[in-house]
């Protein structure tokens, strides 16, 4: 067992005791993202003493991030976040077994991603990694705590394993594809959600009831205020649109490339047809074939989807080219 002294704090509290702490111990947990939401996670998951802990993000330590992710510092700038997080955490807790990955989570290597994992955490900062995530676990009945931070607000929630899914609360494409990049955020609002994130997650490791699994919690910092939602009984969604990668398309399909030639010159799939304008206007798909639609993010993709589901073609999927 790892060192008891490390941990006597929070052994000593009926959750957790030297029962709990062993099962910490034997936990292996996949966080995707290591940013604003990662870091936080990241350090109190293995300051805990989860034996295993997977790191996946593609990014690189950027000034700009610096105020958010305090487990970075200006030596580590340039420096791939999933690497530097895993060296920060090994020098922290040694016991802790860490494998980055410097890569993009997508739908052609979630499955590899999360083999052999007992809770995902998403902080990645992508609807699209999101959703992909979320469907991933739903099938696997593996619990999923998800978190998404703008602003001043923003929520953290346990889904999947014995709860609902991501998409059973949040059905529809959101409404706006703003990120921390685009519209701010305040470094203590992400920090706050993260660390949330980490404590559902022991939770679920340690087995606690009440489960934090299908709960969702919302927080304005405006006001400080917390709301909490219980959707243990909602309902996952008669039509959804999955993310697929590039490789996953079939000869068969048809491909709509959503975006200009000003966005993008080069097409997402070389069958790909562009169609920059209303869907309503394209004569030429067939509703007995999948329909692949395309974008940078996804969000269009998702938006045009719902637009052809109200005419009737339902088997379509979606892909986010910056996710490829």
């Known amino acids: ?29 996949l966080v995707v993202g290591a940013g604003g939401l990662g870091c936080p996670a990241l350090q109190y998951l293995s300051g805990a003493g989860v034996g295993r802990i997977s ?33 920060k955490l090994r020098e922290a807790n040694p016991a802790t077994v860490v494998t980055p990955h410097v890569a993009a989570l ?7 991603l999360c083999d052999g994992v007992d809770v995902v955490v998403d902080a990645a900062d992508s609807f699209a990694v999101t959703y992909t995530l979320s469907d991933h676990c739903h099938r696997q009945r ?9 602003g001043l607000s923003g929520y953290v929630g346990a889904f999947c394993g014995n709860a609902p899914s991501l998409r059973a609360v949040f059905p529809s494409a959101p409404g706006t594809s703003a990120r921390c990049t685009d519209s701010g955020v305040l470094g203590p609002v992400v920090g706050m959600i993260g660390t949330m994130q980490a404590q559902m997650t022991l939770q679920v490791l340690l087995g606690h009831q009440p489960s934090p699994l299908g709960i969702l919690v919302n927080i304005d910092m405006r006001t400080h205020h917390f709301s909490q939602i219980d959707f243990c009984n909602a309902p996952e969604p008669d039509v959804l649109f999955p993310f697929i990668s590039i490789s996953d398309i079939a000869e068969t399909d048809q491909i709509i490339d959503l975006r200009p030639e000003t966005e993008s010159p080069t097409l997402a799939h070389p069958r790909a047809v562009r169609w920059c304008g209303p869907l309503a206007d394209y004569t030429e798909l067939s509703t007995s074939r999948r329909t692949v639609i395309c974008c ?15 005419r009737g073609l339902t088997n379509i999927c979606l892909h986010a080219a910056e996710e490829s």
């Open 142 to 150: 593996m619990p999923l705590i998800a978190a998404s931070a703008l």
């Open 106 to 112: 997508t739908p052609a290597n979630v499955t590899k």
């Open 296 to 310: 940078k993010s996804g969000l269009r993709a998702w938006r045009t989807a719902e637009q052809l589901a109200e």
């Open 1 to 29: 067992m790892q060192d008891i002294g490390r941990y006597h704090r929070q052994m000593i509290l009926p959750e957790v005791g030297t029962k709990g702490q062993l099962r910490l111990q034997d936990a292996h947990v």
């Open 55 to 87: 790191i996946i993000d593609h990014d690189h330590v950027e000034l700009s991030n610096l105020h958010r992710q305090p487990l970075f510092g200006m030596a580590d700038l340039g420096q791939p976040k999933a690497e530097i997080a895993a060296n």
